[in-house]
């Protein structure tokens, strides 16, 4: 049975933690992010990262992105590749939206603008979304569509 909440878990906390990982490497750094006031964007970036066994877990792609403060971090562009888990590790979600930004404290990624959710078995647009980490729910708020690509047996009953 199809699951929106089970299949878009994984896409909500790899986003979450991409962006978590681009805040504590800019804290790693000489340069502390709570002591930028103004951040310059990063541009056209890639970040990829890897399971344990070493297969590529996940790949996120941005034009641009800020870190406006510790507790904010705007995504412009973002791409974000999921892939499979087993030997082929071939993509299997890739989600994108024209802006996203990160809330570390709240564990939370919003964006008012569209997001696009695609896999083999749905696809999924809105807008106005939202990602709560704590409860592992992504909300869209407005225009919802989905696109279901598998059977569907006994939903009437």
Known sequence: MFSARKTLRP???LLLSCL?????HAQ???????????SAPIKNFRLPTFTNDGWRDMLLNAREAKIISPERIEVADMKLTLYTNDTINQPETTVTSPQAVALPSQQRVEGSDTVHVLRNDFELTGSNWSYDHASKKIIINRDAHVILQVEINNIIK
Not at 20 to 24: K, S
């Open 28 to 38: 790693s750094d000489v340069l502390k992010v709570k002591e930028i006031k103004s």
């Open 20 to 24: 978590l990982a681009m805040v504590a």
């Open 11 to 13: 896409f909500a906390a």
